[in-house]
Structure formats: structure tokens, C-alpha cells
């Protein structure tokens, strides 16, 4: 084993871009995954899937192939209802039907006191975000699930993301959002404590296919070992962009693994 990957403990892993695309699993990655699990490092899921409920998710998962359980799935989707229910959000969401699933026992009535805001293609349109405008300046919160800038669509082309429209919401109402999903560090915290190495994030490595909202963040403020895969989002330089060289990029998961295990 490489000495950088000695010390691993543990595993934390993207899902959309780094273990599949849409309803495509990326080369080898269920192989991987097993693979993986036999040597002990445990594994968990970090996601900024926003689109459809954990359950749903869980579903796809298993549909695709792969072994796991919904305990090890962390989605900024849950850290955003576990903020909400802190801290008694009455919240507008901006959110796909699959996903508002997941917050049918969170009161929804106006007055709102917090807008939410997730990836929702068929949701970000004039109408809402002018609705997310009128309460954040009624003195609503802003709550971003995550701001990425674009994500990986089935056919492989780049396809604007949440990060945009929050930054617009923050512009328009010169109000600060609070993230709750990747890059922030709370929300590796919860893996990592679900993992039993919370005080040791060190031994730990992080996996996805965006240098920024993947691997950036709370991922380098915790000194996670930090690997890029080049599925998914992407694209050539991005390596790059990494503010503190990365420990590694793969052309795929499955690469990532068999360097872990050699």
C-alpha cells in the first residue's frame, strides 16, 4: 500500500459523478466498492444529492448494484431538515416533489422565517425565486443545502447548479446563506463522527469528482487525505484548482481502490 494511503481508517465517498451518473454505474465501481469493504476501512456516503428523498435515494443505490446500508448515507438533504427542526423553521422550499417527501412533518406556513434552497431544475424559475426574495426581505433566513456551481448530467454535459441562484437571492436581498451540505465542515463531521474518527480525520480520505465542493472546504480544514476521481463533473485542469495539492487523482473510483489495496 502506498505510504500516503498507510494510515487510512476510513473512506468517505461522493456519489453522483464518483460512483454513478444518473442511472449509469462509473467503471467498476460496485467491483470497487466490495473490494473495498474487505479490508476494513469503513465507508460512508457523503452526498449533495438535493433532487430526491434519503429513501428514494437508497433505493436507486441498491438498483444500481451496490451494497449499502441508509445509515451510512449522509445528504445535505437531512442536515438541512436536522437545521430546520433546530431551529423551528416555518421555511419556504425551493426543492423537487421527491425531495419535499422528506419534509412532510416540518410546518410550512407562511409567515416564513427561512428559505431553502436545493438543487431543483423544475423549481428555479422567476416565480420562486421572486417568492424567496419577498421573505428573506421580510426577514427570512437563507438556508443553502449547497452551492455548487453545475453537476454532471446523464449525457455527461455540465448543467447549472444551486450556487448560482443562491448567490443571486444573496445579492438580491444582501443577505448571507447559511450551508448546510458539502464543502462545509460540519457536515464531514457527522461522517466522521457516525465513523468513530472524529479525532482523527487525518486517517481519513475523501473521495468525489469536484475539487471544490467535493474536496475543498471542510475537507481541507480537517486534513482529510484527499482524492479526485475524473468522472462525473470533471473536467481536465481541475486538479489545478485545488488550493493544497491533492493526494491523489484517479481516472475512476475502481483506480482510487486498487491504489488503496495494492
Known amino acids: 500500500m502506498p505510504s500516503r494511503f498507510a494510515s487510512i481508517k ?26 473495498l ?113 453545475y453537476y454532471a448530467s446523464a449525457e455527461g454535459q455540465l448543467s447549472l447548479g444551486p450556487g448560482g441562484f443562491i448567490a443571486a437571492l444573496e445579492f438580491a436581498a444582501d443577505k448571507k446563506a447559511v450551508l448546510v451540505g458539502k464543502p462545509a465542515r460540519a457536515f464531514y463531521e457527522l461522517a466522521l463522527a457516525d465513523m468513530g474518527l472524529l479525532e482523527s480525520p487525518e486517517s481519513v480520505a475523501m473521495v468525489g469528482d469536484d475539487v471544490l465542493a467535493d474536496l475543498g472546504g471542510g475537507a481541507l480544514e480537517l486534513g482529510l487525505l484527499r482524492a479526485l476521481v475524473k468522472t462525473g463533473k470533471y473536467r481536465e485542469g481541475d486538479e489545478s484548482k485545488a488550493e493544497v495539492p491533492l493526494a491523489g487523482t484517479y481516472n475512476t473510483f475502481a483506480d482510487f481502490v486498487d491504489a488503496v489495496v495494492s
Not at 476510513?10 to 467491483?31: C, Q, W, Y
Not at 476501512?41 to 444500481?64: G, M, P, Q, W, Y
Open 37 to 149: 469493504r474487505k479490508t476494513g476501512i469503513k465507508v460512508r456516503f457523503v452526498t449533495n444529492s438535493t433532487k430526491t428523498s434519503d429513501e428514494r435515494l437508497h433505493a436507486k443505490l441498491s438498483k444500481l448494484g451496490f451494497e449499502l446500508s441508509p445509515s451510512e448515507i449522509f445528504t445535505s438533504l437531512s442536515a438541512a431538515k436536522r437545521l430546520v427542526q433546530q431551529h423551528n423553521y416555518r421555511p419556504l422550499l425551493i426543492l423537487e416533489d421527491e425531495a419535499l417527501e422528506q419534509f412532510t412533518d416540518i410546518s410550512q406556513d407562511e409567515p416564513y422565517n427561512a428559505v431553502v434552497i436545493g438543487l431543483a431544475p423544475s423549481k428555479l424559475d422567476y416565480r420562486n425565486m421572486n417568492r424567496a426574495f419577498t421573505a428573506l426581505l421580510g426577514g427570512a433566513d437563507l438556508v443553502g443545502i449547497h452551492r455548487a456551481k
Open 10 to 35: 476510513g473512506v468517505l465517498l461522493d456519489l453522483s459523478g464518483t460512483l454513478h451518473i444518473d442511472n449509469a454505474v462509473t467503471p467498476r465501481a460496485v467491483e470497487a466498492l466490495k473490494l
